[in-house]
Every structure is written in structure tokens, then in C-alpha cells.
């Protein structure tokens, strides 16, 4: 396979730093462009194991709204995202809930649980 | 609830707000006011459910809802600080008096020592950019389709074709994506896109989507609801080029073409605007034209960063407490702020110079350019100069001109930013 | 369903409501049969809103007649309807002699129409009155009598008063056949059932010759003459003009004016553009269309806030084959009344039009008028126009006209709630908006619309994916899908 450059944008911040990226047999061996070492893990993580934050919604019974805004706990494997989310649709809880509370425990067997982004107190 | 005295009124419970709120208490004010017209604080971030904010503010990346959520439980238990939620602000007049109303207690006039105006934005419509073709159910603006589908738990459709590459339009492909929905494109009128460059990655490039730049819509199909679009390619004046026309089969089309700040009260109060940014003009304690006046966020000019917003709202907050207290100091002289070479907008617009201030700029671009120079100097003394390796008019630039460098120099400042010589 | 009238009149716009209004006053049984959730869903709701003063129809012509006295009516009904009508009067301006001639032409004409008031004035007294008008004006033609209106307001306070008498109005009703045996007429049939009458009102627009086809009568044709409108912000040009701005007319019709709205609004249009008779319903609106509207408004009125449109949209003109209004009982079907043919100055000459056909009904009936007709209808309650000492009051009395919805336009839920319930109430987003101005400005419902369609949900016992925006299948939401593809 030889050396290959590729190039990649950084999405752990809103810099968005541009990462040349060489690989070397498929391995990545430098990464420059990366303004903070994060950028550096990305490039690696990305290469091998690319990961993504999942955030959706979750019916809630009984809330001030009718949807509760949830978020993955850690990152997930990019390619079962969409199954994630679809898996997410059916799930209700019930109001109150606190941020930070799981919604739903070790989503598809990946080993990430899913928390509610915020608090919702009962519906008044 | 009637013509009740406060420090500080602030017209609006979003992140500016809200920050505006806290920053103000620090400060020591004790009678401060919000009204927010939605149901509960947030503004915005109620339905930003995604993630991304918060990495300056709260030093952790938080979802929009996990920002204002943080920005709420600075202030909900201060008796200091009072939130009156479903309440529309009507009016202020020159002499600070709101008058507002609400379900609960019907009109209502309050008056204020300072105001501070954190109204938010709008999203620019399909009228105003004349899109041809009928007018079908299935065409929303962006952030209000992303109203019902984050909030309130419907679709606007199945196939989506979006237009406009900002922020919220990119947000929106990946969320309609992950609801099942298919998003056939998104076009962007500009040779460039206009969203952050991780939104490109983890909206439109991770989803596969096509993404057409230098491409507009030039009608829009079918006459009870969408049943397709027409995209065409435009030229270096953004006109559609005859010949260059495809259609795009969908059933929605949602259009993230631009943010307006909301200044009706500013107008109505007599506020000066500026032409470029749509708010009013501030100095760097974000106090506008009419003394006692405040204004903070999104209202002022509109923000990519809801941590800026924050920041310029702690601002407004810290200063109107100061000068409703009576504590504001005066100030040697003013001077003007003026953009020049590619800055198109730079708030504050003017300065007054008081004692020992860092003075914290922001600023937006013309175009896309790799390696400027950002310099800020008055008359010909140099303030401030810093390489950039990357400015895009979609991402605000900040600047901190240290107090020593402020001080002592009274003649108008120039913002500007150049492509550096290689 | 199968139902008995009177007289079935077909067509919700300003000519069918005003008949219903007319016919309403009778001891007779009339029902309206429309076919979209709303009413005026087709040119009623996308025209200038001029109400003419009668000097542009031909001497002689139905239509002059019409217009004329439609224009008096109007006078009369506009306190007894709470009409939205401002009588601003009109300018018919000159660019150079040979126009100044086509005015003197008009004025003429319209003192034989029997307009009163007409006078021609020189440009500098033109631009005294209104200072934004071209300084190559050379002269206008006044009509003092001339106004504009809110045509869906006045199209719906027509309906509402004749509801409140006993009339019918049955929505999402299409009218699919008529049955017409030994040359007359027997019933009306519609995909919601039946309805048995020796009356039909033809008052359907641009496809009242469709209409007239179904009853056996085809001596005339509608051809459809689209018309293109640019809506500005209320704000960016305050008082641009205060009367309506004609150019000199041409064959072609009255030409694209600069006009305000009732509402405060400037707008400019309509283009004038011939279309097949196979797309009577585009009302599309187009780049050219909206270019040459631009264009030619600049000409009368230089400084339009091109920048500041909010909203484009087009109607089209009913335009008969005869070149008039046709009005009047079918020389072919009896019991089928014609009101074709209603382009401009169809507006103006409704109340009139209806008084003309109601009272040869009437007469060949011996119908007698109701002893109980009740004049007017509710009053609609606006917030934004209230005393703070009313606005008070209206709160305490209902909490939800202390709910701002609408924020461009200071529009409240219990307006809202008022214009669903009431005697002809909304149905659709669109519905909501043309009778309380919720979502009529410059964020054009990105506010209020997510609102407006939960009140409609709640007020009307439907789910939120049954609202619609306007037409009968535009149904604005879906429902989210679980994973197994079912409701979620």
C-alpha cells in the first residue's frame, strides 16, 4: 500500500482544525494540522474506530414537554448511530427527571447508556 | 405587578438573558427582572438538542438544552432575580417603562432602572429571498421545523431537500436523517459552505449527502403540498444560470438562508441601528444609544457560539447592575470602532474610554481566506495584530485589546483584517 | 347526505358570499357549497383589494354597472358589516400627452358611468398629495370614491351574516355533477351527497364555465389570465403612498399598481400573463413575473423597499370569452343563474351583483323578506387596536387574549380561538392567518405557526397531523416512526 495522505477535518470543537493525516500501510503514522493533542487522538481514533456523540429525543409521560432531549454518555461506533437513534424512538419515561439521569442502559449492547439532557419537573 | 420598580428589566430568558441575569447579581444588584414569552427559559437552546456548546463557558461540551439548563440553575434560586415565563414584552419606552402581558397577570407596566434587551433572532423567510414556484404546505424555516420535531415530536416530511448551508440547516440533515427521513440534498448559494466545519463532517459528509454549492432553487412544486423542487447553478453574481436546471424530487423543503436579529422593540424605542449587523449600536459595556439601555447576544449581532453570547451578555449584565446602582464610572472621551479592509461587521461600534478596561472585540469576515492578519489600531498606533491561519465570514473572531494598549490613545480605532502576504 | 334548498349557490369567493348574503335576508332555504376548508381559497384571496370607482369598464357594459353600484353599496355596508374598507380614493397617472389623453378618455367615461368626483390633476398636485410618486409624472386622474379593502375580511363578513341568519355554507364540498331534467335544473350532486334545488348560483370562478358545462349550458368560456403581487414590510417604507397608483391602462387591463393594504403593507402587482386553460389553478409565481412587477412599479413609484419583500404570490383572472361579466339566468338551463366572467372590477361590483340575481330569484319565487333578519354579525375582537384599559378587561375576562401568539402582528390566542368558533370559523393555518393576521408579518408564522397549529389542533378535536396550511390535502406534519415502522 505504500504512504497516503489524507485529510480530515477535526469535529471535537468548533475550530475545526484541517488534520494531514499519513498513513502508511493503512496505519497511521503523523498527524499535523491539529492545534491541541485532541486533534492528534482524533486523526487515530477516526482512521480505526470512528466515533460519533449520538443526541435525539425520548417521549416522557407526564412532563412539562412532550419530549425529553437525550444524549449518549461517550461516543459510539459511527456506523450503528442511525440504529441507535432508531432504537431510541420507541423508549418513554416518566417526568421528573433529572439531567444527567439514564434513560436508557447499555443502548444495543455497545456499553454507552443514554442520559436526559436536562431536568423536566411533572407537567403543572 | 404594576408599576413596579426593578434594577434591571431584561427582555428575554434565553442564554443572554439568563447570563445577563447572573452576571448582574454578581455585581449586587437586587431587584432584577426576566420575561420570556416561551413557556420556560432556554430561548433557542430549548430545541438545540445537539451537542457542541458550552466548551468555553462551562469548560464542558454541553447539549444546547445542558447549556441553558446550567445557565438556569445559576439563577433560579436567587431571590435577587425574578422569571415571569409566558409573558410577551409590547413595549419600552424612552423613560424605561415595559409594558408587558401575560395569561396570569394580564398588562402589566413595569419600570426599570436599566434595561437589558436579549430578544434573539429570527430566521429569514422564503419571501424575503423570493423563491418562485407555489406556495405548498411542506416549506418551513429550518428552526421552526426543528421546533416540532425536537419539542414537540412531529415530522415536517420524509424527503427533504434544504437550502441554505448554515448551522442550523446542516443540524437539521443530520437530525431528520437520524429520524428516518431521507435528505436528498442540501444546496448552498454560496461557493463555500456557511456552517462550522465539524457540522459539514458529522451532518452532511457522515450522512452522505449531496451538497451543491454555488446552487440556488428557482421554483418550488406542487400546490396542496411539496411535491418537488428545481435547482439551478448560479453565477459569480448568485443569478441561476439558464440551462443549468435539475429537479430534485421531495415533500419538504426547509431553508436555513440567514438569521435577523429581533429589533422591533429597538426600532420602536428609537434605538440606532446598524445597517450591517440589524442591532443597534453599543459601546464596549454593550449599553446602546439611550443611556440605560443594555443590549446582549443574538439581538446585537448574530453569534455562531452560544459561550460568546454569554460572555457579551455578563457584560451588559455587570454594567447595567453598575449603573443602576449608581457606581458606572465616566469615561475620558469616546471613539469610534470602524470595520475596514475584509471585517464586515465589528461589535462594539464605539468605545468609551474609561480607566484600566481590556476591550473584548467581535468580529465577522467578508469571505473565506487562509493566513491574515487581524491588526486593530487607532489613528496609526498599533493595538493589537495576530496572525490567523483561517477567517470565515461564518465564524465570529474575538479579540482582547489589553487595558494598557487601550488607554491613552483617543483617536478612532480601525478594525481590520487582510490576507497575509505569503 | 341528500339535503333540500332553495338555491344552491357554488363558489365561496366574494361573488358566491355576497349572493348568500343577499339570499340570506329571504324566507328561503340557500345553500354554499365550497370546495376547499376555506373560504375565498381562489382569486378572492389574491387580487389588488381595490375597490374601483367605476370610470375603466366600457359605457354601457355590465360590468360598469356593476362597479358603480357595487361601489355605493359598499358605502352603505361597510359599518353595518364591520367591513375593513379605507376609502382612500385612486390615481390613474400620465407619463406623457398621449396617456394624459386615455385619462380624459376615462373621465369622460366615468361621468358617463355615473362616477362622481372625477377630476384630472397636474403633476405637482399629484406629488403634493403623494411625495413619493415619479417626477415624470405629467398628470393623474382622481376618483375620490375609490378604495381599498381586505378582500378574504370582506368575503368572510358576508358569509358570517348569512350564517347568522339561517343560511348554509358546507366546506370541502365539490360539486361533481348537476342533474338537470326537461331543461331544468333538479339537484346538485357533490362528493358529501346530494342536494335538491331548482337554483344554482354559478359563482365558481374560473371554473364556473366548467360549472355551467356540468348543467348543460356551454356558451362560454373562463380563461385564466395570471396575476403576480410583491409584499413588503410593513415598516420599511411607512406611508409609501396612501391611494392606490394605477399607470395608464391597457388592453391588457388596469396594469400593475403600487398600493398599500388595509393593513399597512405596500405591495405591487399584478402582471398580466394569458395561460392555457389546462392550468387554471398555476398560480405559481415566476422570476420574470416578479421581475417585470419590480420594474414596472419603479417606474410610478422609484423608491419600492425592494429589499424589505415578506411574501409573493399570484391569482388568476376569471376572464370570460363575452369580454363582460356574464350575469343572469341561463338561456339554456332553467333555474341556472350565471356569475361568470367576475375579474376586476368583480371585487367592487359583488354586493350589486347579488342584489341583481338575488332579486330576480326572489321575484320568481314570491319569496318575502326574513322579519327577523338579524343585521351584522360578532364582533371580532383585536388586541393590538384595544385601550390598555380594554386590553385589561378583554384579559380578565378570557386569560388567552394575554397570550401573545403572534408577535409581529401582537395577535392572541384568544383571537385565534375567537376566529375558529366563530359562525364561518378557520379550519387551517392559513384560515387562522386571514382573519386575525397571525403570521401575516415579517417572520411570516416561523413564531406562531408551530402555535397556531397546536390551537388548532386542540380547538377543532383533531391531531396535530391533520392540520392543514390552506387547500385541502396540505397537510403541514407527520407522525414520527417507531422502529418497527409503526406511529411512534
Known amino acids: ?124 | ?422 | 347526505m341528500t339535503k333540500q334548498a332553495d338555491v344552491v349557490v357554488i363558489g365561496g369567493g366574494i361573488t358566491g358570499t355576497a349572493v348568500l348574503h343577499e339570499l340570506a335576508k329571504y324566507n328561503l332555504r340557500a345553500i354554499l357549497v365550497e370546495q376547499e376548508p376555506e373560504l375565498a381559497a381562489g382569486t378572492t384571496k389574491a387580487n389588488s383589494a381595490v375597490l374601483h370607482a367605476g370610470f375603466d369598464a366600457p359605457e354601457g357594459s355590465i360590468k360598469a354597472r356593476m362597479n358603480v353600484e357595487g361601489n355605493k353599496l359598499y358605502h352603505d355596508l361597510k359599518d353595518e358589516l364591520d367591513l375593513q374598507i379605507r376609502w382612500s380614493g385612486s390615481f390613474v397617472v400620465a407619463m406623457d400627452d398621449e396617456q394624459m389623453a386615455v385619462l380624459r378618455d376615462l373621465l369622460k367615461r366615468g361621468q358617463d358611468n355615473g362616477v362622481p368626483g372625477l377630476e384630472i390633476w397636474d403633476g405637482d398636485a399629484v406629488r403634493k398629495s403623494e411625495p413619493n410618486v415619479s417626477k415624470d409624472i405629467k398628470g393623474a386622474l382622481w376618483a375620490p370614491t375609490a378604495g381599498i379593502c381586505w378582500p378574504f375580511g370582506l368575503a368572510l363578513a358576508f358569509a358570517e351574516n348569512a350564517v347568522v341568519n339561517g343560511a348554509e355554507i358546507l366546506r370541502e364540498c365539490t360539486v361533481t355533477d348537476i342533474i338537470v331534467e326537461q331543461g331544468a335544473v333538479k339537484s346538485v350532486e357533490t362528493d358529501q351527497g346530494s342536494i335538491e334545488t331548482k337554483y344554482v348560483i354559478n359563482a365558481a370562478g374560473i371554473h364556473a364555465d366548467e360549472i355551467s358545462h356540468l348543467a348543460g349550458d356551454n356558451s362560454f368560456a373562463i380563461h385564466p389570465r395570471k396575476g403576480e403581487y410583491i409584499l413588503f414590510d410593513k415598516t420599511a417604507q411607512k406611508n409609501l403612498v396612501y391611494s392606490p397608483i394605477f399607470p395608464t391602462p391597457t388592453k391588457m387591463g388596469k396594469g400593475i399598481l403600487v398600493c398599500a393594504t388595509t393593513h399597512g403593507n405596500v405591495f405591487v402587482g399584478p402582471n398580466a400573463q394569458d395561460m392555457n386553460d389546462d392550468e387554471k389553478d398555476n398560480t405559481a409565481v415566476t422570476i420574470s413575473g416578479m421581475d417585470e412587477t419590480l420594474e414596472k412599479a419603479r417606474r410610478l413609484v422609484p423608491n419600492i423597499p425592494v429589499g424589505a419583500a415578506i411574501t409573493e404570490f399570484a391569482g388568476v383572472r376569471a376572464v370570460s370569452s363575452t369580454g363582460d361579466f356574464i350575469l343572469g339566468p341561463s338561456k339554456i338551463t332553467k333555474g341556472l343563474i350565471q356569475a361568470a366572467g367576475i375579474q376586476s372590477p368583480g371585487l367592487t361590483s359583488a354586493p350589486a351583483i347579488a342584489k341583481y340575481l338575488t332579486d330576480a330569484i326572489v321575484r320568481e319565487m314570491g319569496a318575502v323578506k326574513k322579519s327577523d333578519y338579524k343585521k351584522g354579525r360578532p364582533a371580532q375582537p383585536c388586541f393590538r387596536m384595544l385601550t390598555n384599559a380594554d386590553q385589561r378587561a378583554l384579559i380578565a375576562k378570557d386569560s388567552r387574549y394575554g397570550r401573545v401568539i403572534c408577535r409581529c402582528e401582537t395577535v392572541t390566542e384568544g383571537e385565534i380561538v375567537d376566529a375558529i368558533h366563530r359562525p364561518v370559523g378557520a379550519r387551517t393555518v392559513d384560515g387562522v392567518k386571514r382573519r386575525t393576521r397571525a403570521g401575516m408579518g415579517r417572520c411570516q408564522g416561523g413564531f406562531c405557526g408551530p402555535r397556531v397549529i397546536q390551537i388548532l389542533s386542540r380547538e377543532l378535536h383533531i391531531p396535530i397531523t391533520k392540520v392543514r396550511k390552506e387547500m385541502k390535502k396540505s397537510y403541514m406534519f407527520y407522525d414520527k416512526e417507531t422502529q418497527s415502522g409503526g406511529k411512534a
Not at chain 2, 355 to 367: N, P
Request: charged fraction near 25%; hydrophobic fraction near 40%; proline fraction near 4%.
Open chain 2, 1 to 422: 405587578m404594576d408599576e413596579q420598580w426593578y434594577d434591571i428589566i431584561i427582555v428575554g430568558g434565553g442564554p443572554a438573558g439568563l447570563s445577563a441575569a447572573y452576571s448582574a447579581w454578581m455585581q449586587g444588584a437586587k431587584k432584577i427582572l426576566v420575561l420570556e414569552r416561551d413557556r420556560e427559559v432556554g430561548g433557542i437552546l430549548q430545541q438545540c438538542i445537539h451537542n457542541g456548546f458550552g466548551l468555553h463557558h462551562f469548560k464542558e461540551e454541553l447539549t444546547g438544552p445542558g447549556y441553558a439548563q446550567r445557565c438556569y440553575d445559576l439563577v433560579k434560586d436567587k431571590k435577587e432575580i425574578e422569571i415571569l415565563v409566558d409573558t410577551m414584552v409590547l413595549n419600552i419606552n424612552n423613560d424605561k417603562i415595559v409594558t408587558a402581558v401575560s395569561p396570569k397577570y394580564g398588562l402589566i407596566k413595569i419600570q426599570g432602572k436599566t434595561v437589558i434587551l436579549t430578544m434573539g433572532c429570527r430566521e429569514r423567510t422564503r419571501g424575503a429571498i423570493r423563491i418562485p414556484g407555489y406556495r405548498p404546505a411542506g416549506v418551513f424555516t429550518a428552526g421552526a421545523a426543528q421546533r416540532m420535531v425536537n419539542m414537540e415530536g412531529y415530522l415536517p416530511g420524509k424527503k427533504i431537500v434544504i437550502l441554505g448551508s448554515g448551522d442550523i440547516g446542516l443540524i437539521m440533515a443530520r437530525r431528520m436523517s437520524l429520524e428516518g427521513c431521507k435528505v436528498q440534498a442540501v444546496l448552498e448559494i454560496c461557493p463555500f459552505s456557511n456552517g462550522l466545519t465539524r457540522n459539514m463532517v458529522q451532518c452532511v459528509y457522515d450522512y452522505d449527502i449531496p451538497l451543491y454549492l454555488s446552487h440556488t432553487i428557482t421554483a418550488i412544486h406542487g400546490k396542496d403540498r411539496v411535491t418537488g423542487i428545481t435547482a439551478a447553478k448560479v453565477d459569480e453574481h448568485m443569478k441561476p444560470i439558464s440551462g443549468t436546471e435539475f429537479e430534485i424530487d421531495c415533500d419538504t423543503l426547509l431553508l436555513s438562508v440567514g438569521l435577523i436579529p429581533e429589533n422591533e422593540l429597538s426600532r420602536e424605542l428609537g434605538l440606532t441601528m446598524h445597517p450591517l449587523t440589524n442591532g443597534p449600536i453599543v459601546d464596549q459595556h454593550r449599553e446602546t444609544s439611550i443611556e440605560g439601555v443594555f443590549a446582549a447576544g443574538n439581538v446585537v449581532h448574530v453569534h455562531d457560539l452560544v459561550d460568546f453570547v454569554s460572555e457579551e451578555a455578563e457584560i451588559a449584565g455587570k454594567y447595567a447592575a453598575l449603573k443602576a446602582m449608581g457606581k458606572m464610572e465616566g469615561n475620558v472621551t469616546d471613539v469610534r470602532v470602524e470595520a475596514i479592509d475584509e471585517v464586515r461587521t465589528c461589535v462594539p461600534q464605539h468605545i468609551r474610554i474609561g480607566k484600566g478596561e481590556t476591550i473584548r472585540l467581535f468580529m465577522r469576515v467578508r469571505k473565506p481566506m487562509k493566513r491574515v492578519r487581524l491588526t486593530v489600531k487607532s489613528g496609526v498606533n498599533m493595538l493589537f495584530s495576530k496572525v490567523l491561519p483561517i477567517a470565515k465570514p461564518s465564524e465570529m473572531i474575538a479579540a482582547d485589546i489589553p487595558a494598557a494598549k487601550v488607554n491613552g490613545h483617543y483617536t478612532d480605532w480601525t478594525v481590520s483584517v487582510k490576507e497575509e502576504e505569503a
Open chain 1, 1 to 124: 500500500m505504500g504512504i497516503e495522505m489524507k485529510q480530515l477535518n477535526c469535529i471535537n470543537c468548533p475550530l475545526g482544525c484541517l488534520l494531514m493525516v499519513e498513513l502508511t500501510d493503512g496505519k497511521v503514522t503523523k498527524v499535523t494540522g491539529n492545534t491541541c493533542p485532541r486533534g492528534e487522538s482524533y486523526a487515530y481514533q477516526e482512521m480505526t474506530d470512528p466515533q460519533r456523540m449520538l443526541t435525539s429525543t425520548i417521549h416522557i409521560e407526564g412532563g412539562a414537554l412532550p419530549l425529553l432531549p437525550v444524549v449518549s454518555q461517550k461516543t459510539l461506533p459511527k456506523d450503528r448511530i442511525l440504529d441507535c437513534a432508531a432504537a431510541l424512538r420507541g423508549i418513554t419515561v416518566t417526568a421528573p427527571v433529572k439531567a444527567g439521569d439514564v434513560v436508557v442502559t447499555n443502548i444495543l449492547g455497545l456499553g454507552i447508556d443514554i442520559l436526559a439532557s436536562r431536568d423536566m419537573d411533572k407537567r403543572q
